[in-house]
């Protein structure tokens, strides 16, 4: 048996849909060639684990469109030993592949189940350098604070306070704000003290709920 059945399609995936779409950084696309990302989606999803688009992980959730996580991780600027909070774990898909890229990771996520999920999917896609907290994110992790950056999976009216307060000088935060169906991907960059705030384009991402993103329970899309 094959020990990679997907290695084809995932080269695809990275040359049409990532490369071809102006992902530049080496890196990013090194380590979107290596994770196997058919292994973050549910059972009976895996053949579309490559295709261009969102996919349904439960609880209303879902594994983001394969180029919109690599925009996301080339803006993060990760370099190794990078200090990374995400917030969102989701499948695990992202965390997987900003720990490819050297950085260690902690990624809060709000449901038990979608954690419990994405621990058992690093096990079998052999992650390591992933620590899954359950809890609300919009708080930030202050025990592990100040990150070198920081991404916010899910989408709320602003950047959270406390997670702009627990990046660190020279750190990057990639966010999606907005209204609660489509909104705005976000760059932030703290220097000497400053944020600057750069724009990056329109994005759709489920909602991050919590004390600083929207409150209360939103019905599935
Ligand atoms: N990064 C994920 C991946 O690679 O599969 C995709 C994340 S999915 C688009 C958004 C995730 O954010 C969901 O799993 C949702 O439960 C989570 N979420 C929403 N509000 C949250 C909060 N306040 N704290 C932590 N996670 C939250």
Sequence with gaps: MEADPCRREREEMVEFQIRARGIRDERVLAAMQKVPRH?????????????????????GQTISQPYIVAVMTEQLEIRPHDRVLEIGTGSGYQA????????DVISVERLDDLA????????????????VVVGDGTKGYPPEAPYDAVIITAASPAVPEPLVEQL??????????GPRECQDLIKLIKREGKVQRIPLGGVCF?????????????SPR
């Design 168 to 177: 660190g000088e020279g750190g990057r935060l990639i966010a999606p704000v």
């Design 116 to 131: 419990l999920r994405a621990q058992e999917n690093f096990t079998r896609a052999g992650v390591t350098g992933v620590r």
């Design 96 to 103: 997987a592949l900003l720990a490819e890229l050297g950085a």
């Design 206 to 218: 489920v909602p991050l709920i919590g004390q600083f993103g929207w409150q209360g329970e939103v």
């Design 39 to 59: 292994l973050f989606v549910p059972k009976g999803l895996e053949r579309a684990a490559y295709e261009d688009r969102p996919l349904p992980i439960g609880g």
